[in-house]
């Protein structure tokens, strides 16, 4: 794979019906982009997060995305193309993207969707000014004639750029989204009746 501009790699998207939690962040970066793997930069706090939050059973690696489909999640990237950072992203890329996704979603109809930063929900639910609370949103989103929508779920971005946030606050709305699944009768690792 030598010789590739990590700009030229773009991560795979893993989904199924059925899922519990659908994982979106804004795009990958260069570390990502470069070994092929979601939040492989050692800086972020996404795989940690999972596991100190309850929604994995021990701190899953990059190269063990895939096993989150054994939990019923999934993830994905609103933008496709990789950036070194996310304010080189176009306005076009968050138009093209955000159709993509809501098209995705619209298809697979996952129960909720973690949106890991503010801006990706911004771009997908069209909420582009206005303030956002973290944590589930008050409405769902993505519905259709025949379906109800996805609940939303926002952290702050678990990238090590985030200076919004303390690693703490990023770290603790992972135990805030599992406690929401463990309400709903929707944690995988806690089954109705065994919580």
């Known amino acids: 794979m030598t010789g590739i501009d990590f700009t030229e790699r773009w991560l795979p998207t893993y989904i199924r019906r059925d899922l519990v939690v659908l994982f979106c962040g804004i795009n990958p970066g260069r570390v990502s982009a470069t070994a092929g793997y979601h939040y492989a930069n050692p800086a972020n706090l996404f795989w940690r997060g999972l596991h100190q939050g309850g929604l994995t059973p ?24 990789p950036t070194r950072s996310s304010v080189d992203l176009r306005e076009e890329d968050f138009a093209q993207g955000s159709e993509q996704f809501v ?44 379906w109800a929508g996805s609940y939303v779920f926002v952290i702050p971005s678990t990238s090590g750029a985030n200076a919004s946030f303390t690693r703490e606050e990023r770290l603790a709305m992972f135990g805030e989204l599992s406690r929401f699944l463990i309400e709903k009768n929707w944690h995988p690792l806690h089954p109705p009746g065994n919580a």
Do not use: H, W
């Not at 021990?58 to 193309?81: H, K, N």
């Not at 979603?105 to 969707?113: D, H």
């Not at 206005?130 to 519905?143: D, H, M, P």
């Open 58 to 81: 021990r701190q899953l690696a990059p190269e063990e995305t895939a096993m989150l489909l054994d939990f019923s999640y999934g993830i994905t990237d609103l933008v496709s193309r």
């Open 103 to 146: 098209a995705m979603v619209r298809t697979y109809r996952p129960l909720v969707i973690c949106f890991n930063g503010i801006t990706a929900f911004r771009q997908a639910s069209g909420q582009k000014k206005g303030s956002v609370t973290l944590g589930i949103q008050s409405e769902r989103y993505f519905a259709t004639e025949d």
